[in-house]
């Protein structure tokens, strides 16, 4: 495949202080939430999943794993490394569930 005329190679986009605010309120406003810290890859920057007691997750951009982890820290959470513990089953049901419809 050829890239079209005229497009140079795409740029990732960077976290932001909406990015933060965000993570900060679904952790604030779930219970159960634990951090799952996901490596820079050649597609995407480093990223921090927030999974809640039911499921729910969230994944937003961050500006380096050590940043998730003091993130994770000061909101009270535990954090993992995604690479290593994989995701929790929960978080797999969940999407299970929004699939069917059955919330």
């Known amino acids: 495949m050829r890239r079209p005329r005229g497009k140079g190679p795409t740029t990732?986009?960077?976290?932001s202080a909406a990015?933060?605010?965000h993570l900060a309120e679904f952790a604030r406003s779930r219970r159960g939430v634990e951090?799952?810290?996901e490596p820079r890859t050649a597609v995407s920057d480093v990223t921090i999943?927030?999974?809640a007691h039911d499921g729910e997750w969230t994944r937003r951009r961050v500006p380096s794993v050590d940043?998730?982890?003091n993130f994770a820290n000061?909101?009270?959470i535990?954090?993992?490394d995604a690479a290593v513990v994989g995701y929790p089953a929960r978080m797999r049901?969940?999407?299970?569930r929004q699939k069917r419809g059955g919330g």
């Open 67 to 69: 940043w998730a982890h």
């Open 49 to 51: 999943m927030l999974v």
């Open 35 to 37: 951090g799952f810290v």
């Open 93 to 96: 049901e969940y999407n299970r």
């Open 19 to 21: 990015d933060e605010k």
């Open 78 to 80: 535990p954090s993992y």
């Open 12 to 15: 990732v986009r960077g976290s």
């Open 74 to 76: 000061r909101a009270g």
